[in-house]
């Protein structure tokens, strides 16, 4: 039988819970456990597909098609494994399989209740997710900050699981401790108010995470201890690091993996982390520069930039940077400004290489076109995820097959020339406003063009790559723009949909339906990804 570690966050969001929980798998990972992670987001939504990512962040898809939190790319890429819709888990969905479980007389006439019964359906798909898996330890990451009152229920699933298996369940709280700059100290009231409300729900934390921007010391660890009655050896000092992936080795240093296996009564393992030590020795000796601008919108939220919205595609660049011992410096280029003053273009080239990420409705949508146009006209290295592709492809049909109206159907409904235009089955889904879950979602296969650069790079001829999208390459002007010298360089074998295009007379012009972000992992980068980043490190400025 599994044992469960639950998370969750104090004070205030974005402390890295998930990097956290990520890390402690990895470790246990390491020690020879399996280890099965679940995210809980606490928002009615069923899933977070139709979430606006300024206000949640990356929607991440696993293999299967779930429009998951942003948490499940840290585990995927933290564990080297791959998740599904077992993994995750809103309010929404909790409710929404009571109710129906409630219309099918499966509760036998009793009243149905928000507690128990609301803890229980999350405690029967923790143990359904344990069952499938087989794991030695269920990590549970309880979205948002204790003391809100969206998680309460999560929090009661951790207690009565608890009270059934006193011995197989473990709670640790990441808690943040500020040092505001006119104090110049660090502040751990808040976490001692973080544990008070944990206390009201019932739970004791058993561990306690401290994240600061500094290392936690003697005084600060023994006040912790005393007023949220934790072992101060229980108490775990984890400053701001270069990259979250030296957290799990941080972690070690604390012995954090054999503390835990000591609260469930297990005997102390050695681990394995050498490639892990190896990557993180890499990447504090990095040797040079590669400069990748991304030209998005979705990174402005008031007065502050955010790149949640964005993180795989920010973690691919980087584990490919990695690799070949560069250090990458991503620069947020917002796509309007060239709307605007297309004179700003010229900033381009200051940049090794340029990548046009995914992205939903018209704002921002000519800017990226025109950034697009320089790189494929000034030789600068580039990448088009998704969007970015379908934008490429417009680009390319206005500029260079001289279809002057050019567009896709999403951004000009009744355009003369729809290069990109709604995949037949999405038609359905829009006319009935059926808009949650019902893209193109998940893992398709893809036949590569036997001299095209994709099928070098993947050294495969057949891959699989998961996709998030309602719009495609319309394949009416397919042999017009490969008579004017666009490779169709991917294709789904089974609907003949264009999933790659390359410019082959260029040093690195290509571009995807699909998401390769979403697979690359730190210690497997993705050979596009690779590749892109490569050619980019060789331009001459
Ligand atoms: N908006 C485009 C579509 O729906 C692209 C989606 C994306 O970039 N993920 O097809």
């Given at each position: 039988m599994a044992r469960y570690i639950f998370i969750a966050g104090g004070v205030m969001s974005g402390i890295g819970k998930g990097?956290?929980?990520?890390?402690?798998?990895?470790?246990?990972?390491?020690?020879?456990?399996?280890?099965?992670?679940?995210?809980?987001?606490?928002?009615?939504?069923?899933?977070?597909g139709t979430m606006n990512p300024i206000e949640h962040g990356e929607v991440f898809v696993t293999d299967d098609g779930t429009e998951g939190d942003q948490d499940l790319g840290n585990y995927e890429r933290f564990l080297g494994e791959e998740l599904n819709s077992d993994n995750y888990m809103t309010t929404g969905r909790i409710y929404q399989a009571v109710i129906e479980r409630e219309r099918n007389l499966e509760y036998d006439g009793k009243c149905v209740e928000v507690?128990?019964?609301?803890?229980?359906?999350?405690?029967?798909?923790?143990?359904?997710?344990?069952?499938?898996?087989?794991?030695?330890?269920?990590?549970?990451?309880?979205?948002?900050?204790?003391?809100?009152?969206?998680?309460?229920?999560?929090?009661?699933?951790?207690?009565?699981?608890?009270?059934?298996?006193?011995?197989?369940?473990?709670f640790i709280l990441v808690s943040y401790l500020p040092i505001p700059k006119m104090i110049g100290e660090m502040k751990t009231k808040p976490t001692q108010y973080a544990v008070r409300s944990l206390n009201a729900s019932g739970i004791q934390p058993d561990i306690i995470i401290a994240r600061a921007s500094a290392p936690l010391d003697k005084i600060r660890k023994e006040k912790i201890s005393v007023f949220c009655n934790v072992a101060e050896d229980s108490i775990i000092s984890a400053p701001?690091?270069?990259?979250?992936?030296?957290?799990?080795?941080?972690?070690?240093?604390?012995?954090?993996?054999?503390?835990?296996?000591?609260?469930?009564?297990?005997?102390?393992?050695?681990?394995?982390?050498?490639?892990?030590?190896?990557?993180?020795?890499?990447?504090?000796?990095?040797?040079?520069?590669?400069?990748?601008?991304?030209v998005g919108k979705y990174f402005k939220t008031g007065n502050f930039t955010l790149m949640d919205s964005y993180i795989s595609v920010?973690?691919?660049?980087?584990?490919?940077?990695?690799?070949?011992?560069?250090?990458?410096?991503?620069?947020?280029?917002?796509?309007?400004?060239?709307?605007?003053?297309?004179?700003?273009?010229?900033?381009?080239?200051?940049?090794?290489?340029?990548?046009?990420?995914?992205?939903f409705g018209s704002r921002?949508?000519?800017?990226?076109?025109?950034?697009?146009?320089y790189c494929r006209e000034h030789q600068i290295p580039f990448l088009g995820l998704c969007l970015g592709m379908q934008l490429a492809?417009?680009?390319?049909?206005?500029?260079?097959?001289?279809?002057?109206?050019?567009?896709s159907t999403e951004f000009s409904n009744k355009c003369q020339a729809p290069v990109i235009d709604l995949m037949e089955e999405q038609k359905k889904n829009l006319k009935a406003n059926?808009?949650?879950?019902?893209?193109?979602?998940?893992?398709?296969?893809?036949?590569?063009?036997?001299?095209?650069?994709?099928?070098?790079?993947?050294?495969?001829?057949l891959v699989s790559e998961r996709h998030r999208h309602r719009y495609e390459l319309n394949n009416k002007f397919r042999s017009l723009l490969e008579e004017k010298g666009m490779l169709m360089a991917g294709l789904n074998p089974e609907q003949d949909l264009v999933e790659i295009i390359e410019v082959p007379a260029h040093p690195f012009f290509l571009a995807v339906q699909f998401h390769p972000e979403f697979k690359s992992k730190p210690l497997e980068p993705h050979p596009l990804f690779r590749a892109f980043i490569k050619t980019s490190a060789k331009k001459k400025h």
């Open positions: 990097a956290t929980i990520s890390s402690i798998g990895r470790i246990l990972k390491s020690k020879g456990f399996k280890v099965a992670p679940i995210k809980i987001d606490p928002y009615i939504n069923v899933d977070a507690v128990p019964h609301i803890p229980r359906e999350v405690i029967s798909r923790i143990k359904r997710l344990e069952k499938k898996t087989k794991a030695d330890f269920c990590l549970i990451e309880i979205g948002g900050t204790v003391g809100e009152y969206q998680n309460i229920l999560f929090l009661e699933a951790a207690r009565m699981l608890r009270l059934e298996r006193p011995r197989d369940v473990v701001d690091v270069k990259s979250i992936y030296e957290i799990p080795v941080n972690f070690e240093k604390d012995n954090l993996g054999n503390q835990i296996l000591k609260k469930f009564g297990l005997q102390s393992k050695q681990n394995d982390l050498e490639d892990w030590r190896r990557l993180v020795k890499k990447i504090n000796h990095l040797k040079k520069e590669v400069k990748i601008g991304i920010i973690e691919a660049i980087k584990h490919a940077s990695y690799d070949l011992s560069l250090e990458p410096k991503i620069v947020w280029l917002s796509a309007q400004d060239y709307e605007k003053n297309p004179s700003k273009l010229k900033v381009l080239n200051d940049f090794d290489g340029i990548i046009v990420p995914g992205g921002g949508v000519e800017g990226k076109i025109k950034a697009i146009k492809v417009i680009e390319f049909a206005r500029h260079v097959a001289h279809l002057k109206k050019a567009n059926k808009y949650g879950g019902t893209m193109r979602l998940g893992a398709y296969p893809c036949q590569l063009h036997p001299s095209s650069l994709a099928r070098k790079l993947y050294k495969e001829s």
